[in-house]
């Protein structure tokens, strides 16, 4: 168990609506990552967030935004969804700047 | 701009045979080197990481890697497979002499299968 929560597990939705996904970091960590996860892009860097502020942007689309909150929990919001958009999204976090990630299980979302 | 490079999508090794996963990386500064591996349905876990010091950087379930500057290669070795390392591996790097750069920036992953 690496500590970090991501929920939920799965999610199943249509193209045009909208989801939140969540995740806790482990206890401690100060820095959140979000990563997608395709068979055709492979692992892809969306964003970081540190102590509650955007630290880094990687390959995240307009349509998605996120935010840490106060207790340091974040939430990836997902929008207008489209098929493409289907993939497993990975939450990750770290305790500073020279430290591994810990990984959360993941969250498939399914856009049909 | 950093990246890495998995030039192989798939790798077999025989039980009891040492394995070699490859890894080359591209930074503009110094690099900070990082092996996960995923199992089916679970997120990365850590494998083992270069920061400085010793080229032969040791880690988790047996495996070693090993930091080779002037060909920017980070392989992922284990001197007898496992079954039980069959998985999916990925390389990582993060450019430390970019100030405020704390992303890690993965490979495409290679899938691992140890065959009994």
């Known amino acids: 168990d690496s500590g970090v929560t991501q929920t939920p597990k799965h999610l199943i939705t249509a193209t045009g609506q909208r989801v939140t996904l969540r995740c806790s970091p482990r206890s401690g960590d100060l820095s959140v990552y979000w990563y997608q996860q395709s068979l055709d892009q492979g692992l892809q860097f969306l964003i970081q967030?540190?102590?509650?502020?955007?630290?880094a942007k990687g390959n995240i689309l307009e349509r998605f935004s996120a935010q840490q909150f106060p207790d340091l929990h974040s939430e990836l919001n997902l929008s207008s969804l489209e098929l493409g958009d289907s993939a497993l999204y990975f939450c990750?976090?770290?305790?500073?700047?020279?430290?591994?990630?810990?990984f959360g299980s993941g969250t498939q979302l399914s856009v049909l | 701009a950093q990246s890495v490079a998995q030039p192989e999508d798939q790798v077999n090794v025989a039980e009891g045979n040492p394995l070699t996963v490859k890894c080359t990386y591209s930074v503009s500064g110094n690099p900070y080197l990082f092996w996960y591996v995923q199992y089916p349905n679970r997120g990365l876990q850590f494998l083992l990481k270069?920061?400085?010091?010793?080229?032969l950087v040791k880690g988790s379930y047996g495996f070693e890697a090993e930091f080779n500057k002037s060909q920017t290669s980070f392989h992922l070795k284990k001197p007898s497979a496992l079954v039980s390392d069959s998985a999916l591996y990925f390389c990582?790097?993060?450019?430390?002499?970019?100030?405020?750069?704390?992303?890690?920036?993965f490979g495409t992953g290679t899938r691992l299968t140890i065959i009994p």
């Open positions: 967030y540190y102590n509650g502020e955007e630290r």
């Open positions: 990750a976090s770290s305790g500073g700047r020279n430290e591994k990630l810990f």
């Open positions: 990582a790097v993060r450019d430390r002499s970019y100030f405020g750069n704390e992303k890690l920036t």
């Open positions: 270069y920061i400085t010091g010793d080229n």
